[in-house]
């Protein structure tokens, strides 16, 4: 069986690098995309794992984008990390199945805390 997979995607090279670090300090594996579509490019739906999504520019109410993220999350659970008060970004991201969201700022550990429960969720499914 293969390790679980943390698909960091956000347009935000510092989030990737940044999230990806600190997944990987926690001995799990990482993989960052730069788009949803890129994502769904490259992955395969029988990966277990979750999904870590920061859009820019509350590109969530993109219809696209809004598929692109139902797409992922009907077999990767998936977290959003979204600006503090984004309410709509929120909303639209829990209609198309994200699990859980995190407020930026966030603290890197609630973060990671957050990623091993989705984890470990998807694990007894």
């Not at 949803?36 to 490019?41: P, S, V």
């Not at 009907?74 to 969201?101: F, S």
Request: hydrophobic share 45%; aromatic share 4%.
């Amino acid at each position: 069986m293969t390790e679980p997979i943390v698909s960091i995607v956000s347009e935000d090279v510092q989030v990737r690098q940044s999230v990806k670090a600190l997944v990987e300090s926690a001995g799990l594996h990482a993989a960052t995309f730069p788009t949803l579509q890129a994502l769904l490019d490259a992955d395969e739906p029988e990966s277990r794992g979750c999904l870590v999504f920061y859009p820019q520019n509350n590109t969530l109410g993109d219809p696209a984008q809004q598929a692109g993220l139902a797409a992922v999350c009907a077999w990767r659970p998936g977290i959003l990390i979204t600006e503090r008060g984004n309410v709509p970004a929120a909303v639209q991201a829990l209609k198309a199945g994200i699990r859980d969201v995190v407020q930026k700022p966030y603290r890197e550990r609630d973060l990671l805390e957050q990623i091993l429960k989705v984890l470990e969720a998807n694990a007894t499914v």
